[in-house]
């Protein structure tokens, strides 16, 4: 598998589930980026940005301690905290507002729901000159103030939304109903591997950065072609999807590890590839937690960056054949292995990406001492001070 089909699918998943007013501006958003795609000055501008602002490549560290710790295979950690922002975000929204400012749009629209997305929207409006206007529910505006503060601080006007339950799929919708009224002028940034087509796609090319240099670091570092596995945190699945696309025709295992929040059978959690079944959600057809009634399920993790309660379409489909392997960890778990890599690596990795390591540890015991295995650190821990010194 690589480029969906021409509707937008991966097998069975993805899709343009939108309305007749929003076709246009997909077309015109899809037809731009296969012009960019194919042209090397885009491709230049983003390889400049990614490496002279964003300091990519990351590096792949070795993680010795750990690996002492798990007791089995070598643990590799690919460092996307060390990107500018602190997380994988960066390669995303520096991609999609290069391509705005390609396509000659006059702003930029975002929603997001803890913050980070709308941050990092804000930063790469900031450093291209595009202002940028971001939807966010009023009740994470209060929950989130720090994040709010960024955003004003790189020059972005914020939306407080205060319709519906004032949270994400609230701050989703409004943000659709500005990009269906101004679809001339502006460039609707979605932060995952999820909504309608091009989307899916387009954000997955620009993360495919993550596995394209682990792919490329990995034979000199560790003295064989190809690591046993890679594993990632799935939110969306966009850091997922892009540490695994370099590796699809490789033999190497891909494990996805959802947010299993309270525990898989507690309602409370994220795990939409363990307990989801095929829906529409924000504009695309793929796994999503429902109910009986197929109305959408409030999800729940510690980590609010895995706290959605879809996936993209394009994993759904490699879980259906069999090509990714998803598992998961509870808040617990993933706060235990957050403190465990700190205090072995002193390196805080963000609660999201903490799921991963949990995994990683699991892990690494079961492949054994020859094996090696790489987990992406999608980002930093600082923002989840507060909560890892509120959980005992
Ligand atoms: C947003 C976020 C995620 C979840 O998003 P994906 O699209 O699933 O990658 C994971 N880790 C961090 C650090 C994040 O900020």
Redesign the pocket.
Known sequence: MSDPDAAGYFDAYGGRWVGETLVPALQRVEAAFRSARADPAFGAELAELNQHYGGRPTPLTLARRLTGHAGGARIWLKR??LVHGG???FNNVMGQALLAKRMGAKRIIAETGAG??GVAAAMAGAVLGLPVEVYMGAKDVARQAPNAQRMRLFGATLHPVEQGSATLKDAVNAALRDWAAHPDDTYYLI???VGPHPFPWMVRTF?SVIGAETRAQFPDRAGRPFPDAVV?????????I?SFSAFLDDPVALVGVEAAGHGLDSGHHAATAARGSPGILHGARSLLLQDGDGQVVEAHSI?A??D?PGI?PELAALRDRGRLRFASATDREAVAACRTLARAEGILA?L??SHAVAEAIRLAPLLGKDADLVVTL???GDKDLATLEATP
């Open positions: 996307e905290d997380a994988h975000k980070q997305h932060g995952s591997v993360q990632a945190c799935v939110g969306g699945g966009s850091n997922a892009g980590s960056g895995l959605y993209g963000a999201e990406s999608s980002g930093r």
